[in-house]
């Protein structure tokens, strides 16, 4: 019975994966030490961060700059919805800084190829539709500034980012929002050459919405409604190194502006993530994942045949050096095994919407009440709000957002 | 024979071990020189490259006769950069980076107008001092330029799930009070990289 032990050990560090940690973790499960989270909610105290943007901040100092992009592109969203304009540019800055950057975190990306490292240990970069969606965002805080070049350089970079693997060509650079709100800075910046270039690419995406209305050089308001919650990203497969999403709508399926004494306006479905989300083809990222799950099942596999050997070696008389044997090589098999990590980095920027409205609307200047109206597939109202403003005359465009 | 197991285990459980609970890294601060490429460099345009187009625009027009060889230092309304690239650029910062370089560059031969600078300020100055409420000091009379220096930047960028390729073109014009134009100059820049495969 004294040789079974090795069995059982075998047997354990094949069942065993990582140790599950007490404590905070970050995005990449990476356990937070104490001292870490104290320094981070310190040094958000003493820059007097806005108490809705702290968790933002806290995750973003306690967990390193392999999840800056990430604390960051939800941060900052949440501050352009809140109308921290100044907070909302700075965080996209910071996650658009490791997004753009080829070079930066080449090292974690390098690790993350390997078997025994975690493919969430590398830089947050997000997929596809996240890093377009940053930059649709980016140039929507540049339009709110008047910058509308800056903003273009945005819409356009976010079709840039929107690349597909070679099994969905006719994806890439599809983002009908992207061109409709180029256009929008293009009239604004006096190049309505540029504007219907954008719309003309735009007129070829199968995400154009039917009855698309183009923005015209008038239009002095532009209102932005997000719907639902964007996809959500889960693991599945043997070992989790497959990522899938699951969609999140919303019930709204209808988006109407209405202004005293004005006919109601159709908001432009503009966009929808989850139709970004799961065009976007094959990623190679998932190949490399493949590959360490196959290595993971034959290590796994050597262990439960060795251990099998082993049993069988401990009932042959004189068989005690042939079960040492068998067995150390089942538990150094097993634990090549449960250390190899093929799990799909499913870290999210999980505050997107699942849809994105527009509206270009030519307002008098003064004061003005916009009411927005979502309706179900059925043409019920089931969400109403109204947004109070004031339309200055010189102001070439006023952005509005609704959160829906 | 069991004490010789010993050793296989404990490499067993490093590596069932290896990659848990590691702790986060640490934020890290450090000088770099602004002139060099950034150590998180990508394919957009970056502040070392508007600063050596600007350099060679300074020299290409120091060469202008109208301006090298002015009996008076012409002045020179330098106007905000435009953005017509798909790289978001900080165009003020930009705008003042050129107009340094450019001073720098020009050393005394041409004088630049800065109406971003103290243009409000002297002007509220001015109201102050009209309607008696500070002391009445020199009159007012702003200075108007003789060329307006515009710098654009254009760009063609592509991307494929391996890489990125972005070509840039900063176009400088030297335009006169009369909309004759002077001098046009245009600088290229082309970077190309490759996405790692964890990204693609």
């Not at chain 1, 634990?335 to 527009?358: C, F, H, M, Q």
């Not at chain 2, 108007?144 to 400088?172: C, H, M, P, Q, W």
């Amino acid at each position: 019975m004294g040789r079974f032990w090795f069995i059982g050990l075998a047997a354990l560090a094949l069942l065993t994966g990582c140790a599950t940690t007490s404590g905070p973790v970050s995005a990449s499960g990476k356990r937070i030490t104490p001292a870490t989270l104290a320094a981070a909610k310190q040094r958000v105290e003493s820059e007097q961060v806005p108490a809705n943007l702290r968790p933002y901040y806290e995750a973003m100092y306690a967990e390193g700059r392999e999840n800056q992009a990430l604390h960051a592109m939800r941060g900052g969203i949440e501050a352009l919805r809140a109308g921290q304009l100044e907070a909302a540019e700075r965080l996209f800055d910071l996650a658009i800084e490791d997004v753009d950057s080829l070079v930066g975190g080449e090292a974690a990306a390098r690790r993350a190829q390997r078997k025994f490292a975690r493919d969430q240990e590398k830089w947050f970069k997000g997929e596809s539709y996240e890093r377009s969606a940053l930059f649709v965002y980016r140039g929507l805080a540049y339009l709110i500034r008047h910058d509308f070049g800056n903003a273009a350089a945005c819409f356009k970079r976010a079709q840039l980012y929107d690349i597909t693997g070679d099994d969905a060509p006719g994806f890439a650079g599809d983002w009908y929002s992207a061109e409709w709100l180029l256009a929008m800075a293009a009239l604004k910046q006096g190049f309505p050459q540029d504007a219907a270039v954008a719309l003309q690419r735009a007129a070829g995406f199968s995400t154009r919405p039917a009855n698309a209305t183009p923005p015209q050089p008038e239009m002095n308001v532009l209102l932005v409604v997000e719907t639902g919650r964007g996809p959500i990203k889960y693991r599945t497969g043997q070992y989790d190194e497959i990522m899938r999403y699951r969609a999140a709508p919303s019930d709204v399926q209808k988006v109407d502006v209405f202004r005293a004494g004005d006919v109601p306006q159709v908001a432009l479905p503009a966009e929808s993530l989850w139709t970004q989300a799961t065009t976007r083809g094959r990623r190679q990222v998932d190949a490399i994942l493949a590959g360490k799950a196959r290595f993971k099942e034959g290590t796994e596999s050597a262990a439960a045949g060795l251990a099998l050997g082993a049993v069988v070696a401990s009932h042959h008389r004189h068989g005690e050096v042939a079960t040492g044997v068998l067995a150390g090589l089942a538990i150094l098999s097993a634990g090549v095994s449960a250390a190899t990590t093929p799990e799909a980095d499913i870290r999210a920027w999980a505050n997107l919407p699942d849809k994105i409205y527009l509206a270009g609307l030519t307002v008098p200047a003064g004061p003005a009440t916009l009411t927005v109206v979502g309706r179900n597939a059925a043409g019920q109202v089931i969400k109403q709000q109204e947004v109070k403003t004031s339309i200055h005359e010189d102001s070439p465009l006023a952005v509005v957002l609704v959160r829906f | 024979m069991i004490m010789k197991a010993y050793p296989l285990f404990a490499i067993g459980l490093a590596f069932a071990m290896a990659g848990c609970a590691t702790r986060a890294p640490q934020p890290q601060v450090k000088y770099v020189n602004p002139g060099a490429q950034g150590g998180v460099a990508g394919t957009g345009i970056e502040s070392q490259d508007i600063g050596a187009a600007a350099q060679k625009a300074a020299a290409s027009i120091l060469a202008l006769p109208q301006i090298g060889g002015a009996p008076n230092p012409p002045t020179i309304l330098l106007t905000p950069v435009t953005n017509r690239s798909a790289s978001p650029v900080d165009t003020e910062l930009y705008t003042v980076k050129l107009r340094g370089i450019l001073m720098q560059n020009t050393a005394g031969k041409v004088r630049f107008l800065a109406r971003d600078v103290g243009w409000d300020t002297s002007k509220h100055e001015e109201n102050l001092r009209a309607a008696g409420e500070v002391q009445p000091g020199v009159v007012r009379k702003a200075a108007t330029y003789d060329y307006l220096l515009t710098a654009e930047l254009r760009g063609i960028s592509a991307a494929t799930n391996k890489g990125r390729s972005e070509y840039f073109l900063v176009a400088f014009k030297l335009v006169d009070m009369h909309d004759i134009l002077l001098w046009e100059n245009q600088y290229e820049i082309k970077k190309e990289g490759n996405v790692s495969p964890v990204y693609r």
